[in-house]
């Protein structure tokens, strides 16, 4: 039997549908594999830059040992100047990691913002397809039914161009 050219247009909708169905899926994928990917180089920046901090700390104790045992080293502005130094440092790191984490907060917004609105366009076009598919659904069974009179609205729309 062959096909006719409203029920091909009805196969091709439902394909569409499947189509956007299975983009849609991966969009959320997506959004999970990049969250997790962000979030977690957030974390390991942090960590590592904690990790930092805690070295110059004890670089500092080893340095404090050597001047405490060294007569030579034993100079009130040189422990000045080295003690100006950490905490500077310290405070930038400390403010530094802050940042990073932000910059990776703001990074995962952006993603999950621009993921969620393609997410929401394939929403809207498989609702698109459904209402032309049941749009195409009523006249054919319309057509089938052209010399019942309770079908005469539908056929004189489709004549008439909807």
Request: hydrophobic share 45%; net charge neutral; charged share 20%.
């Amino acid at each position: 039997m062959e096909e006719k050219n409203i029920d091909v247009a009805i196969k091709n909708i439902e394909d569409l549908i499947i189509k956007h169905q299975k983009n849609a899926r991966n969009v959320l994928l997506l959004v999970i594999i990049l969250g997790l990917a962000v979030l977690g180089c957030g974390y390991a920046t942090y960590e590592f830059e904690k990790y930092e901090t805690q070295y110059v700390i004890n670089d500092l104790g080893r340095t404090i040992n050597e001047i405490g045992t060294n007569d030579k080293l034993n100079d009130s502005i040189f422990i000045k100047e080295n003690i100006t130094k950490l905490v500077s440092e310290l405070s930038s790191r400390s403010q530094g990691s802050a940042g990073t984490l932000y910059i990776f907060l703001a990074i995962f917004i952006a993603l999950f913002g621009v993921s969620i609105a393609v997410y929401r366009f394939h929403l809207t076009e498989i609702s698109r397809a459904h209402h032309q598919k049941f749009g195409l659904m009523r006249i054919r069974i319309a057509a089938h039914n052209f010399d019942d009179p309770g079908f005469g609205s539908e056929l004189s729309a489709l004549r008439a161009g909807f």
